[in-house]
């Protein structure tokens, strides 16, 4: 039995880095950029105005009560123009006419004449108006040639927005990951219409694992049941070998009981051993292994350690493979006292709030037995003990995780510099 630390060493170590695609920027969302995005523009492209008035030439301020012929007008969308010296009406994102480098308010004037169709033909100014005032230079949000956006960034909608205004189409992202489930045990009715027998159960890994592995942009390309027989089980392997997945992740009979039989199924396939058995709870019998360029999880079929091992094993995995940096450490102050077994990682779940002050706090929920699934229904988060916690009393720091992978700790909140 090795430390949950050292076991993740270990997969990562194995990672394999997914190569890159092409991707239109409108089905990018969620994905995770393979390249760099550097910009073919400057963003603003010309010098505009800020806000609806009069442009004017400032090499230096001008004076309060200063008059100013007003040569024209220029909106959003018109044809550059070239100013004769004169002062010039302009609207907001208006480009401004050539010679032209300044904008006052048009609040901030006093129209003294007009002209026969309306328009303003000479102003004053109310205010002394100070050089570069109200415009938008070229290139002030980004410069062309720069890096806009970082490889290994999960692309959001924000950053849709910024790819759009600067007419990029299609971004090179990283491939999905594919994935194949296989769920053992002749116990589990797979359809949810169907009674069950007796003896039966609902399976509920499956489904959970397929979700799961959707909303974190992996492609699940089969998801089977098989009965408490290695042949079946090695059968399964080696159809989703034949569909190039990168991982393959396994539930139940990985323990030590007579149908636990897939250690065996693996050595007879030719799989190496990364590990078996991690000093955690829940999900200690966990094993890894290498089978040529695929990575095998197999992992309890308890729910919750299947949920754990999504969470704090597979999860890192596919961020390396994606190239993304590590996540984060959150803390939070505990408010549930906590006596966990020594020299045991503990996986617990929990809510996680947010106090007025910033800090925030987690309460463990009760009923941690790794057989229930309600009161991971009920959880936001997840308190990470590690082996030498020792005796966790109200008040003490420690570390949370979101519940599910790609999700942010607290959902719709700022966390910038909280907790950490």
Same mark, same amino acid.
């Given at each position: ?121 000479? &102003? ?20 062309? =040639? ?8 999960? @692309? ?20 999905? %990951?594919?994935?194949?489930? @296989? ?22 890994? =499956? ?40 991982? &393959? ?7 030590? =009981? ?81 006596? %966990? ?38 959880? =936001? ?17 420690? &570390? ?7 999700? %942010? ?12």
């Amino acid at each position: 039995m090795i430390a949950y630390d050292e076991a993740l060493h270990q997969l990562l170590r194995h990672a394999r880095r997914l190569e890159a695609v092409s991707c239109r920027v409108g089905e990018a969302l969620g994905k995770v950029l393979a390249r760099d995005v550097v910009s073919p523009m400057d963003l603003p492209s010309f010098d505009h105005s800020a806000m609806d008035g009069y442009a004017l030439h400032a090499p230096q301020s001008l004076a309060a009560g200063s008059e100013h012929p007003v040569q024209g007008s220029q909106a959003a969308g018109d044809a550059w123009r070239v100013s004769a010296g004169m002062a010039w009406e302009i609207m907001t994102g208006a480009r401004l006419p050539a010679g032209l480098d300044t904008v006052v308010p048009v609040e901030r004037t006093e129209l003294l004449e007009r002209r026969s169709d309306g328009s303003p033909a000479r &102003i004053r100014l109310l205010d002394a108006v100070m050089p570069a005032a109200n415009v938008r230079y070229a290139g002030s949000d980004v410069a062309k =040639g720069a890096v806009v956006v970082r490889a290994g960034t999960r @692309i959001a909608a924000s950053h849709l927005m910024l790819f759009a205004a600067l007419g990029i189409a299609s971004v090179d992202v990283v491939r999905a %990951p594919r994935v194949a489930i @296989i769920c053992t045990g002749k116990e589990l009715q797979v359809g949810p219409a169907q009674p069950l027998g007796d003896g039966e159960i609902y399976a509920s890994n =499956g489904p959970y694992l397929a979700a799961a592995f959707a909303s974190s942009e992996a492609r699940v390309l089969s998801c089977e049941t098989v009965d408490d027989t290695g042949q079946t089980f090695i059968d399964a392997v080696q159809r989703a070998r034949r569909m190039r997945v990168d991982l &393959i992740v396994s539930t139940g009979a990985v323990s030590m =009981g007579r149908y636990d039989f897939v250690p065996e199924a693996l050595a007879e396939l030719g799989a190496r051993m990364l590990f078996h058995k991690v000093a955690i709870r829940p999900g200690k019998p966990q094993l890894a292994a290498a089978l040529d360029d695929v990575l095998v999880f197999a992992l309890p079929g308890t729910p919750m350690a299947v949920a754990v091992g999504l969470r704090f094993f597979i999860a890192p995995v596919l961020r390396a493979m994606r190239g993304q940096a590590a996540e984060p450490t959150w803390h939070a102050m505990l408010d549930t006292p906590l006596q %966990p077994k020594s020299g045991l990682r503990h996986f617990l779940r929990a809510t996680v709030t947010q106090d007025e002050t910033g800090r925030l706090h987690a309460q463990v929920l009760a009923q941690q037995q790794p057989f229930r699934i309600q009161p991971f229904a009920q959880a =936001g988060a997840w308190v990470v003990l590690p082996e030498d916690a020792g005796e966790a009393v109200t008040g003490s720091r420690v &570390i949370v995780a979101s519940l599910h992978p790609d999700e %942010p700790l607290l959902t719709g909140t700022d966390q910038s510099g909280v907790g950490s």
